[in-house]
């Protein structure tokens, strides 16, 4: 229905419970500072040490499941801390790159949890071709993030 003016009368579904929202339109993010060379290769190395530990959950996962392991309960359960050690680092690394400050603190301490785990497969374990790369790793992922470069990026946040 139209009034005399040409403008539309609103119904009475309308007029009794409003009409539609208008689509808003959302101000322009502003663009973050451009993350310094330091930080986007920590986060290259994160999200490398991500992919690692989600293929090492497949990997155990597979062998779980195609052979007779001592307790099907404990490799599932390491199955899944890997899993969630992978996600909760590739979603670091994600932060890493957008320099969120809170991104930091989870990847340092995944750091060195890896770190030990390298240490012990390493030296413990007697498997120096997993362990030793974890280490270098874990030793390249600390120092990309302590940095003058990176601590500035943390810190101006």
Same mark, same amino acid.
């Given at each position: ?7 539309? /009368?609103p119904?009475?579904?309308? /007029?009794?419970? @409003?009409? #539609? #929202? ?9 663009? @973050? ?6 930080v /986007? ?14 293929? #090492?959950?497949l990997?155990?996962l597979w ?21 969630l050690? @992978? ?8 932060g890493?790159? /957008?320099?969120?400050?809170?991104a ?22 007697g498997q120096?071709?997993?362990g ?26």
């Open positions: 229905m139209t009034e005399e003016d040409g403008a539309r /009368r119904s009475r579904a309308e /007029r009794l419970f @409003g009409g #539609a #929202a208008q689509p808003s339109t959302r101000p322009p993010r502003a663009p @973050g500072p451009e993350a310094p060379v330091a /986007r290769r920590a986060a290259l190395v994160a999200a490398v040490e991500a992919a690692l530990l989600l293929g #090492a959950a990997v155990v062998l779980t499941l195609t052979s007779s392991p001592d307790s099907v309960g404990r490799a599932l359960a390491e199955v899944v801390y890997v899993g050690f @992978g996600v909760a680092l590739a979603v670091a690394a994600a890493l790159r /957008r320099v969120a400050s809170w930091r603190g989870p990847v340092v301490v995944l750091q060195i949890l890896l770190g030990l785990f390298g240490y012990s497969t390493a030296f413990t374990g120096p071709l997993l030793v790369p974890l280490i270098v790793l874990a030793v390249t992922e600390l120092y990309l993030l302590a940095t003058p470069e990176a601590r500035l990026a943390f810190s101006e946040r």
